[in-house]
Structures are given as C-alpha cells and as structure tokens.
C-alpha cells in the first residue's frame, strides 16, 4: 500500500512545473547544471558520439544543444505538455515528444544506445514508479548501451531542506531587490507549500522522500544514498559498480565514500 507521499507526489509535482512561472524558468536555462554533469557527459561522449540517443524529461530544453551535439540521431520527451510546447519552440528542428519516462513502450527494445535523464528528474516519482524507469531504461538501450541521470543524495545537504523563500546571493543590488520583492510577493504561497507537503515527508531504508525547496516548495522529491542507487541499477539488470561523479567538483566517488557536501550525484550506468 502507498503512503500519502508515494501516492501525491504526480499530483503535486506535474502541478508545479506547469505553471507558467515554471516554464519561464525552465526556458532560460542553458548549459550543465554542474561540473559533475559537465565530467559525466566527457566521460561517454567518445563512445555514443553519432549513436541513437533518447533525452527523458527534457523540460524547455537545456539539454538539446549538449546531446545533439553529439549525435543527429536524437529523440527527447517530456510528461509535461506545457514543456513540451516550450521545448519544441525553441528547438523547432528536434524531435520532442510528450511522453512519460515509466512508459517507453513507443519506442523497440534495444533501440538506444544512450538514455540521459538529468536534473534529477527520476526523483520527481515514487519508489515503485522509479523501478519502472530503470526497467524501461533497460529494455530500450542496446547491449552495452549508457543511462546517465542524476538524482538527490540523502547525505547531502539538500534532504530536508528547511523554510526558504528563495531571494539568494547576489552582489547585484539591483537583481538583490527584484528577488526580494518577488520573494515578499511569493512569501504566502511558499510558506503554504512548505508546511502543506512537508508534513509529506518521510524516511525509509536508504532514502527519504521530502518537501524540497525548489518552486516556491512546491515539490515532493525522492533523496536515495549512493549505495542504495547502485543496489537497485544492480537489480534492474545494469552492471555492478556504476560510475559516479558529484555535483560540486565532478570528482568521482565510490560506495564508502563521504558524499555529505553533494547534493546530487551523477550516475553513468552499463547495460551488459
């Protein structure tokens, strides 16, 4: 049987990144997320460069420059139909789809050689549903295919964030004021978030699912320990000892390490 948190976390973060303000946001961003992402990507790009990639939730699209980059041979899809939009906008010559990540039974087996799924995206579902994005994963890629995703580190200092209303560090007075007083606009809607779902919060065995503050804390986001991830690749079929790389510095670590200052980590996974 699912817990409140298992059951709501669709409801409540399809809910966040369709609104308007999400899609603005989503539509600017460009570039890696960090020098783990940065470091992961060099690591395969040898290996799937011209080879059939397939981009799972795409957003606005800050990955499509990155991986057809790579290869022309590329297909991408998002579950959010308001992204989808906006990806397809502004990369009017890529394939973008709308499409869930839990449900790849559109595409053949064996049909990619690379799957991304990044910003942490696998973390927006719960822990039944992200057994079924590994197994799809698994099925879609070609022997000796690549999963690169990323997602929340439980011993990082992202789980269980606590109230924030997002104005951030910046030398600039003038964007220090134009946060402060979105801040101040927001302050109701983020205080309402944030004790509404994290009374969702809970802990299990090697991961947590928890209000983070991202979106006005408007969403509900699964945290998982290096080994548990690893454990659970291990049994979707993946090989053991995936290669990881934290977010701060893109140095790779390894199950035992002290993963306590990444708040997320970089999974670079092998189909045998």
């Known amino acids: 049987m699912q817990s409140d948190a298992s059951a709501l976390m ?9 609104t308007k303000a999400s899609v603005r946001t989503f539509s600017r961003l460009e570039g890696f997320t960090d020098e783990g992402e940065r470091v ?45 939009i906006a990806c397809r906008e502004r990369y009017p010559g890529a394939r973008v789809l709308h499409g869930d990540a839990r449900d790849l039974s559109s595409f053949p ?14 973390d927006a579902v719960n822990t039944d549903d992200r057994r079924k994005v590994l197994r799809e994963v698994h099925r879609v890629l070609q022997r000796g295919g690549v999963f690169l995703f990323s997602a929340h580190n439980k011993r990082g200092p992202g789980c269980g964030e606590r109230l924030s209303f997002g104005v951030g560090k910046t030398r600039n007075p003038v964007k220090l004021l134009a946060r402060t007083l979105r801040a101040l606009i927001e302050a109701p809607r983020t205080a309402r978030n944030y004790f509404r779902y994290s009374r969702l919060n809970e802990d299990q065995d090697g991961r947590s699912i928890m209000n983070a503050a991202a979106h006005n804390h408007g969403l509900l986001i699964q945290y998982i320990t290096l080994e548990k991830q690893c454990e659970e690749l291990e049994r979707a079929g993946f090989r053991p000892h995936p290669e990881v790389y934290e977010n701060v510095e893109g140095r ?11 708040w997320w980590l970089h999974y670079v996974a092998r189909k045998p």
């Open 40 to 84: 992961a990507l060099d690591s395969i790009a040898r290996e799937v460069r011209d080879q059939s990639l397939l981009d799972l939730g795409v957003g606005a699209g800050r990955t499509v420059p990155l991986l057809r980059a790579l290869s022309a041979d590329y297909t991408a899809i998002d579950y959010t139909p308001e992204l989808v």
């Open 109 to 122: 087996a064996e049909t990619f050689k690379l799957v991304v799924f990044s910003f942490n995206g696998i």
């Open 252 to 262: 790779r670590v390894e199950t035992g390490d002290d993963t306590c200052s990444a």
């Open 10 to 18: 669709d409801e409540i973060n399809r809910a966040a990144w369709q």
